[in-house]
T-cell receptor, first 112, second 116 residues
């Protein structure tokens, strides 16, 4: 989606390393979601951020919402092979409650 | 077990042959939605439903129909499938919208459709 851009597109890291994935919105965010997907499978919810500056954690994954930049970053500490997959951000715009837009995803590979 | 179930999981069909992909959730969720996922285009919303008998278009509704006659079911209908509808389809549901947010979406395992 051009409205929601993720970077990088793909990432290969060594096990134990930290990494960050970014999601930038071209419109004012009302809320932002992070999901993880194993290849060809359904998405699993990680967390939802709504307020600027909000930060949430799920195991070793932390996400933060920067309202000024209209951007969210997802940070994984001490990556493990189990973190491998596709990470997608999803946005809620303050226009239509039912519509949802997702970024194109970031493919993460963790090398043992 | 709380889940969203899609059927079929895999289907190969031919152009013009009507097909329905079923979606059922057992969580009493109000909100349901269909997406398609294509390489390079990401996950795009086709249709969504805020509640029974209430449906609305997403970003790519052309060529699809939906209905929501019961809370648990939200079938996706392709009246006359074409090769450009070859894709991986996902159904999702959530408790409902609150303050403009759908909240946590629960996804089905996906239906891989090939139209020849």
């Amino acid at each position: 989606s051009q409205e929601l851009e993720q970077s990088p597109q793909s990432l290969i890291v060594q096990e134990g390393k930290n990494l960050t994935i970014n999601c930038t919105s071209s419109k004012t965010l009302y809320g932002l979601y992070w999901y993880k997907q194993k290849y060809g499978e359904g998405l699993i919810f990680l967390m939802m951020l709504q307020k600027g500056g909000e930060e949430k954690s799920h195991e070793k994954i932390t996400a933060k919402l920067d309202e000024k930049k209209q951007q969210s970053s997802l940070h994984i500490t001490a990556s493990q092979p189990s973190h491998a997959g596709i990470y997608l951000c999803g946005a809620a715009w303050n226009t239509n409650a039912g519509k949802s837009t997702f970024g194109d995803g970031t493919t993460l590979t963790v090398k043992p | 077990e709380a889940q969203v179930t899609q059927n079929p999981r895999y289907l190969i069909t031919v152009t013009g042959k009507k097909l329905t992909v079923t979606c059922s959730q057992n969580m009493n969720h109000e909100y349901m939605s269909w997406y398609r996922q294509d390489p390079g285009l990401g996950l795009r919303q086709i249709y969504y439903s805020m509640n029974v008998e209430v449906t609305d278009k997403g970003d790519v509704p052309e060529g699809y129909k939906v209905s929501r006659k019961e809370k648990r079911n939200f079938p996706l209908i392709l009246e006359s499938p074409s090769p450009n509808q070859t894709s991986l389809y996902f159904c999702a549901s959530s408790l409902g919208t609150s303050g403009g947010l759908t909240g946590e979406l629960f996804f089905g395992e996906g239906s891989r459709l090939t139209v020849l």
